[in-house]
Nanobody, 121 residues
Framework: QVQLVESGGGLVQAGGSLRLSCAASGSIGRINAMGWYRQAPGKQRELVAI???????NYTDSVKGRFTISRDNAKNTVYLQMNSLKPEDTAVYYC???????????????WGRGTQVTVSS
């Protein structure tokens, strides 16, 4: 039905930057909110940033001023630009999207498989 595929993770030194991408494909009618979550070892998954279909954004406090979420509706893609990375940003980053399917008038949440971000000190 729907797939979300993340890319752009990797290993970076503290203070560096990475850009994550997540492309949605499949039987998509409309993509509502899109977001990025992360899960560090031994911790619960947390919301990092979210963007609505209209472009309104919200961030968790720890990344405000350093991360920027954006989306390209024509490409069904959401991005996360991460600057001034810190070791505590190390986690698996997951893409999430609330999608209304093309064939039925209901919306569901979909998840990508995750991409590892490691920030060395």
């Amino acid at each position: 039905q729907v797939q979300l595929v993340e890319s752009g993770g990797g290993l970076v030194q503290a203070g560096g930057s990475l850009r994550l991408s997540c492309a949605a494909s499949g039987s998509i009618g409309r993509i509502n909110a899109m977001g990025w979550y992360r899960q560090a070892p031994g911790k619960q998954r947390e919301l990092v940033a979210i963007i609505t279909i209209g472009g309104t954004t919200n961030y968790t406090d720890s990344v405000k001023g350093r991360f920027t979420i954006s989306r390209d509706n024509a490409k069904n893609t959401v991005y996360l630009q991460m600057n001034s990375l810190k070791p505590e940003d190390t986690a698996v980053y997951y893409c999430n999207a609330n999608i209304r399917l093309l064939t039925v008038g209901i919306s569901n949440d979909y998840w990508g498989r995750g991409t590892q971000v490691t920030v060395s000190s």
